[in-house]
T-cell receptor, first 115, second 114 residues
Framework: GAVVSQHPSRVICKSGTSVKIECRSL??????MFWYRQFPKQSLMLMAT?????????EQGVEKDKFLINHASLTLSTLTVTSAHPEDSSFYIC???????????FGSGTRLTVV | AQSVTQPDIHITVSEGASLELRCNYS??????LFWYVQSPGQGLQLLLK??????LVQGIKGFEAEFKRSQSSFNLRKPSVHWSDAAEYFC????????????FGAGTQVVVTP
């Protein structure tokens, strides 16, 4: 089945630095990728949607200059958290739409801790 | 606007007992509905989905869900739970815009006791 590989699984960074999270579709082409954020014991909140080769669409309240999304190829999308602060500590999950049948596959998530 | 509600934040069930997780949605047209399971620190795994057709949907791991339009519900059931079913369960609805974004409920934490 369709697999999305997300790396790293865990990252700790210092406040003020930037962190890049990668999601790769291993056996299919992901024309659309979704990025979610999940706080402890809460649901997933959609941050942005990206289409290959075009600018990402951000949800209301999400700072696009802070959460940079690049979807340069059909198999790779990246989320960069710039100038990270402790409040950015969270679990970030990517999801790819598989084909045109509205199937979605999720990455295994990245636990970001900003100290 | 579309929304999905999971009324139960936490459910405790004995191993071998039946399980039912509730999901209610608000949507103007026929919804696309999903149930996902998440183990601690992991991504989401699709249990089943409903797009159209038979309102009783069979999924993986012995789960099933029934779409009831009259009640705006899509409850998840399993006849006999196993200890490995302890996890967080999310109901989700697909929105109407062209991107096909998923909107998730708040989730239900399932604890399985011996």
């Amino acid at each position: 089945g369709a697999v999305v590989s997300q790396h790293p699984s865990r990252v700790i960074c210092k406040s003020g630095t930037s962190v890049k999270i990668e999601c790769r579709s291993l056996d299919f082409q992901a024309t659309t990728m979704f990025w979610y954020r999940q706080f402890p014991k809460q649901s997933l909140m959609l941050m942005a949607t990206s289409n290959e080769g075009s600018k990402a669409t951000y949800e209301q309240g999400v700072e696009k200059d802070k959460f940079l999304i690049n979807h340069a190829s059909l198999t790779l999308s990246t989320l960069t958290v710039t100038s990270a602060h402790p409040e950015d500590s969270s679990f970030y999950i990517c999801s790819a739409r598989v084909g045109s049948s509205y199937g979605y596959t999720f990455g295994s998530g990245t636990r970001l801790t900003v100290v | 606007a579309q929304s999905v509600t999971q009324p139960d934040i936490h459910i405790t069930v004995s191993e071998g007992a039946s399980l039912e997780l509730r999901c209610n949605y608000s949507y103007g047209a026929t919804p696309y509905l999903f149930w996902y399971v998440q183990s601690p620190g992991q991504g989401l795994q699709l249990l089943l989905k409903y797009f159209s057709g038979d309102t009783l949907v069979q999924g993986i791991k012995g789960f099933e869900a029934e779409f009831k339009r009259s009640q705006s519900s899509f409850n998840l059931r399993k006849p006999s739970v196993h200890w490995s079913d302890a996890a967080e369960y999310f109901c989700a609805v697909m929105t109407t815009d062209s991107w096909g974004k998923l909107q998730f409920g708040a989730g239900t934490q399932v604890v399985v006791t011996p």
